[in-house]
C-alpha cells in the first residue's frame, strides 16, 4: 500500500511506534481478524464483547505480520507496535488518512432500505467500463467501511461503498473518511426509530452524507421518496432525481411485470431512452435499476454498458434470493426488515399466483410505536390476500393480533398462526400441509437477530 508506512501509521492514529524494523516499511494490508493476517500486513487488535484480540498478537506475528496496532502489548512479547488508547478510532482514523491519499472517485450509498441491492446494480453497471471496488457483506458500518477505505488498491478505478447507520453522528463520522465523490439515497422508511425516533431524524441522520460531499459531488436521491423531495439543494446543487414517476430525471416506462423473474422496463433518461431487462423482483428493483443508470451516466458508461450491467445482476442470499425446489418457490429474504421492507416483500408475495405462505418474525430498533408497526404489518399480510401468516417472535405476536383484527374487518380468508420462538417452528416444520400443494411460494423475512436463515435451511431440507 503507498503511502501506508509504519511512521504515517503511527502519526495517522497519534499512536507510539515501538519495534525493530524501520519506521519507512510499508505495510500490505490491514485486518481486524487473525485469521486474515498475511505476510507484512498491519493487525489491528480490538477488544469485543467476546473476543480480545491482543490475544492473538503473538498468532498473527508468527504468520508474519508487519505491525500491530493495540492497546496494550502482551507481556514477554517482542515486535513492532503502534500504542494507542481505542483501537477502534485508530482504524478510522488510519482509513481517514489513506482516503487523502486516494485519487479515485467514491460513491456513498445510504437509505432505510435497498442499499445492498443498489450497491449490486450501481457495481455492476460501473464494472462493464471500471475496476470496481464493492462493500462486501455487511462492512457498512463503523468498522466496516474504514476496512473498506483500506482495502482499495492502485488498480481500482472506482468504489461503491454501502454507508450504514442507526445514531445520529454516525454518518458525520463516516463521510469524513469516506470523503464521498458521488451520494446515492434510496429511501427514508421507518427504521431505527428507537434512536432516531421518527422518519424527520432518520432524514436528519442520513443527511449527515453530505457533510464531508465533495464541493463539486453529485446527489442522486429517490424522487419517488416523500421526505427525500424535501432535499432541493446541497453544496449550491439540486438532486438529480431516480423513480418510476414521471417527474424523476430518471424515470421508467413500459414497465412488463414477469412477476419472480423480474421485469422489462424502457428507462428515460434526459436525452434518451433504452429497454432494460431486470431479474431481480420488485419495483424497487426497477428504482435501484434507475439509480445505475444515472450514476453509469455521470461516469461515461454507454446506454449499451449500461443495459448489460443491469441484466447481470443476481440475487444475493438472504436478500430477495428466490429459490426452486420442484412445486416449492421460496423467497429467501431474512437478512434484515422494517415496515417499509416487509411491505414490499408482502407485495412481491401477494403478486404471485398460487398458494402464498408469509413467514414473518420480529423486526427490531421501531421505538415506541414497535407494537403498531407490527400490527400494520399483520393487518397487510391479509389484506394482500396471503394464504398463511405464520407470525415468529416475542414481537410478533402483536404482528399475529393485527392480522386476527384485518381477518375479521376484511373477510378474507388468511390463516393466522403465532411461535413465539423459533425453535418451536422448526419443531414441526416437516409437518406443514400446504407444502405438499401444488404451487406454493413461501416468503421468509425477519431482522438478521432472528436467525431466521435456520428456517430457509429447514425448508430446503424438507
Not at 122 to 128: K, Q, R
Request: hydrophobic share 40%; charged share 25%.
Amino acid at each position: 500500500m503507498e503511502n501506508m508506512t509504519l511512521k504515517k501509521i503511527a502519526q495517522a492514529c497519534g499512536g507510539t511506534y515501538t519495534g525493530k524494523e524501520e519506521e519507512e516499511k510499508a505495510v500490505a494490508g490491514f485486518v481486524l481478524d487473525s485469521r486474515q493476517v498475511e505476510p507484512d500486513f498491519c493487525f489491528i487488535a480490538t477488544k469485543g464483547e467476546r473476543v480480545d484480540g491482543h490475544s492473538f498478537i503473538p498468532d498473527v506475528l508468527a504468520k508474519g505480520a508487519a505491525c500491530v496496532v493495540c492497546e496494550y502489548i502482551p507481556e514477554g512479547i517482542e515486535g513492532n507496535f503502534i500504542l494507542v488508547k481505542d483501537s477502534f478510532q485508530a482504524l478510522k482514523e488510519i482509513a481517514e488518512y489513506y482516503r487523502t491519499t486516494l485519487t479515485i472517485p467514491i460513491i456513498g450509498i445510504t437509505g432505510s432500505v435497498g442499499k445492498t441491492s443498489t450497491k449490486e446494480f450501481i457495481a455492476a453497471v460501473l464494472s462493464e467500463k471500471y475496476n470496481v471496488l464493492k462493500t462486501e457483506g455487511n462492512f457498512n458500518n463503523e468498522v466496516g467501511v474504514p476496512l473498506m477505505i483500506l482495502r482499495i488498491r492502485k488498480e481500482h478505478e472506482i468504489a461503491v461503498l454501502e454507508m450504514g447507520i442507526n445514531h445520529f453522528g454516525e454518518m458525520h463520522r463516516l463521510s469524513k473518511i469516506v470523503k464521498p465523490d458521488t451520494c446515492v439515497m434510496t429511501n427514508i422508511g421507518e427504521c431505527h426509530l428507537e434512536f432516531l425516533k421518527s422518519r424527520e431524524g432518520v432524514l436528519r441522520a442520513k443527511s449527515e452524507i453530505f457533510d464531508y460531499l465533495n464541493e463539486y459531488g453529485t446527489v442522486y436521491i429517490n424522487g419517488d421518496d416523500d421526505m427525500l423531495r424535501r432535499i432541493e439543494r446541497v453544496k449550491h446543487k439540486r438532486p438529480v432525481t431516480f423513480g418510476v414517476g414521471y417527474r424523476n430525471d430518471y424515470c421508467a416506462e413500459q414497465l412488463r411485470n414477469s412477476g419472480l423473474s423480474g421485469s422489462e422496463v424502457r428507462i428515460r433518461t434526459s436525452t434518451d431512452s433504452f429497454t432494460a431487462t431486470i431479474h431481480l423482483p420488485g419495483e424497487h428493483m426497477i428504482r435501484n435499476a434507475l439509480a445505475a443508470t444515472a450514476v453509469g451516466e455521470q461516469y461515461g458508461l454507454t446506454k449499451e454498458e449500461i443495459r448489460k450491467g443491469i441484466a447481470s445482476v443476481m440475487p444475493v442470499e438472504g436478500r430477495s434470493n428466490i429459490m426452486q425446489f420442484g412445486n416449492l418457490t421460496l423467497i429467501d429474504d431474512c437478512y434484515n426488515a422494517n415496515p417499509v421492507s416487509m411491505r414490499a416483500a408482502l407485495d412481491l408475495l401477494g403478486s404471485v399466483e398460487g398458494r402464498t405462505i408469509a413467514i414473518l418474525g420480529d423486526m427490531g430498533e421501531l421505538g415506541e410505536k414497535t407494537a403498531i408497526f407490527h400490527e400494520e404489518i399483520g393487518a397487510y399480510a391479509v389484506e394482500k390476500k396471503i394464504t398463511w401468516l405464520i407470525c415468529v417472535g416475542k414481537l410478533s405476536r402483536f404482528m399475529y393480533q393485527g392480522g386476527c383484527k384485518a381477518k375479521e374487518k376484511t373477510l378474507n380468508n388468511t390463516f393466522v398462526q403465532y411461535y413465539e420462538t423459533i425453535d418451536t417452528l422448526l419443531d414441526i416444520i416437516d409437518n406443514f400441509d400446504l407444502l405438499a400443494a401444488k404451487d406454493v411460494t413461501i416468503l421468509i423475512k425477519a431482522s438478521h437477530s432472528m436467525q431466521f436463515s435456520k428456517i430457509v435451511d429447514a425448508l430446503k431440507k424438507s
